[in-house]
C-alpha cells in the first residue's frame, strides 16, 4: 500500500495481548492459510496481510481464534509529515463508508511512546470533524461501526468497519472497567463475558459459581436477579457473605459434587473462575455438568500456565465436549493468563 492511499489488498491491524502476539498469529494462519505476518507496531499490536475479507475472516476468528482481541481492515495509512489536506481527505473517504443510518464512533489508539504527539490530535479533530460532517449519530464507546485507527511514530493506520467485524465494539477491544477494587476487578472479566457472548442469559433462577470467592462474579449474577450457590473454601466479601440470595459452600468444588442432589434442584447457569489447572478445571465442570438443566448456560475461564497454552486450551476442550458445546472461547480484555470459555449442556 502506498502511504497516504487505499490499501490496495486486504490488510488487517491485529491486537492480541502482548504474550499472546504468536498464538493470534497463529489463530490467524489457521483462519486464513494464505495470510502474510507484516510489521510489528507495538507489542501486540501487528500488520496482516490477508487473502480473506474482513466478514470472512472475523467469522472464522469468532469460532476458533481466542487469541486475537481485536482488528481492523486498514483502508488508509498515513505519516506524521504529510499535509493536513492529505488527512481531510482520508477522513472523509472514511467517514464516507459509514452508514448514515447506524451509530458510528471513533476508536483511536495511540501505541507509541509518552503522551499523544500535537500530529495525532491533529489527525483526531480532522477524523471527528469528517465523522460529524457524514450524519451517522454518535454510537457511544460500543458502537455498530467505528472508524478505528492505531497511530504510532511511525505513522497511522485506519479502517471504516462495522465493529462485529472487529471482535470487539469496544476501541482495540478494550472493555471497559466499570468498577475498582478486587471483587469488581473479576466482576469485570463476567461483565466483558456477557456482553462479548451472544447468548441467551437466564434472567431468573439459580447459578451455581465455582470458585466464587471474594464475590465479584457472585455479585455480578445477584444483580441480574439470580440466586446463588457459591462454592468456594475461601471466604466470601460483604456483602455477599450475608446476602438472602446466596448460599455459601465453604467446600471446594470436588466436595461438593458429592453431595446428595435433591430432586428438582439444577440450576440455569453454572459459572466457573477456579483457580486451578485447566484440564482439571475442565473436569471438574463435567462432573458437575449434571447440575445444569439441560441446554444451560455456563461461563469458565481456564488459567494457562505459560508454556503449551493452546494444548492447554485443547485439552480442556476435548474434556469439556463430552458434556458441553463450546459457543465460545476468547481471550477476553479482562483476562491475563487464561481465556473465556462460553459453552452450553448438550
Ligand atoms: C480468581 S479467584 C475467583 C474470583 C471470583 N470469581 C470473583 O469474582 O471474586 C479463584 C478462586 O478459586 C478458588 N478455588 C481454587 N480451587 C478450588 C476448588 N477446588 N474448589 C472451589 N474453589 C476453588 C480459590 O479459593 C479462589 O477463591
Known sequence: ??????????????????????????????????????QSVAPGVFLVAATLDAAALSERLQRRGPFVRHLFSVHYRVSPGFAPAVWADAGKALAGRLDPALGAGLQLRWVGQGPLPPWVMDL?????????????????????????????????WMGTSPTWHNLSPWSGGAAPTSRVGAVSRAASKLLEALRMFDLPWPQSGRALDLGAAP???????????????????AALAEPWAHHPHVAHHRETAEAYAQRPRAPGDSVQLLVNDMRLEAAYSARCMAMLSGRLQSGGLAVMTLKLHEVRRRRQVREAVRILESEYTVAGCRQLYHNRSEVTLALMRH
Do not use: K, N, Y
Open 124 to 156: 483526531r479533530r480532522t477524523l471527528d470533524t469528517a465523522l460529524q460532517q457524514c450524519g451517522a449519530p454518535p454510537g457511544g464507546p460500543a458502537p455498530p461501526q467505528a472508524i478505528s485507527v492505531v497511530a504510532s511514530e511511525a505513522g497511522a
Open 215 to 233: 464475590g465479584g462474579w457472585t455479585g455480578v449474577l445477584v444483580e441480574r436477579g439470580l440466586s446463588v450457590v457459591a462454592v468456594d473454601p
Open 1 to 38: 500500500m502506498a502511504p497516504g492511499a487505499a490499501a490496495a489488498g486486504a490488510e488487517f491491524l491485529v491486537t492480541a495481548r502482548p504474550e499472546s502476539w504468536e498464538l493470534a498469529w497463529e489463530d490467524v494462519r489457521a483462519a486464513d492459510g494464505g495470510a502474510r505476518l507484516g
